[in-house]
């Protein structure tokens, strides 16, 4: 498989057949070898490269996995709040604040006293706000306490300080209606 170049040099007496066939068999070599070894600075690039991606998949799965627990934090909320509703079934209405809003949810009489003594709490809902007995207001403020709009249990805790002394003789009700 000698092209003709190479057997019109060996005709011609310029090159020896042993010579052509020591190029034939570099040749052959060049072509079935391995790539050459990559120097250093291309081993540190790849190198680097490679703990980038690394860092940057581990950022990514942090990411994912907080975003992953706030919703399984939510679905809880929801599910608490799902389980444990109390129907606000009454025709008084109940005013609360809410993020600088005046709210009310309507009420009966007994649901009112429970608001006042801190028994039932009023949390934030999807559609809208939801009355929720103690014990079940806590699991939801443990997860995710922006939900909680109105607790008098925490309110008469805090705040009795920052009271002047001449106020604090004249007590007003907790259940006033305005």
Request: glycine share 4%.
């Amino acid at each position: 498989m000698r092209n003709p170049m190479q057997d019109q040099l060996l005709k011609a007496g310029l090159v020896k057949k042993s010579k052509v066939a020591q190029v034939l068999r570099d040749q052959a070599k060049r072509r079935h070898a391995k790539a050459a070894p990559a120097d250093e600075s291309e081993k540190v690039d790849a190198r680097r490269l490679q703990a980038e991606r690394a860092e940057r998949d581990r950022a990514l799965a942090a990411e994912r996995n907080a975003q992953a627990r706030l919703q399984e934090i939510r679905a809880q909320v929801r599910q608490i709040i799902d389980a444990n509703r109390v129907d606000a079934t009454g025709e008084e209405p109940y005013s609360f604040e809410d993020q600088g809003s005046i709210r009310r949810v309507h009420v009966d009489a007994a649901q009112r006293q429970q608001l006042a003594k801190g028994s039932l709490v009023i949390v934030r809902d999807a559609d809208g706000y939801a009355l929720l007995p103690e014990p079940a207001a806590q699991k939801v403020r443990e997860r995710e306490a922006s939900l909680v709009v109105l607790d008098n249990r925490q309110r008469d805790t805090g705040g009795v300080e920052d009271e002047d002394p001449y106020y604090s003789r004249f007590k007003v009700p907790d259940d006033l209606v305005w």
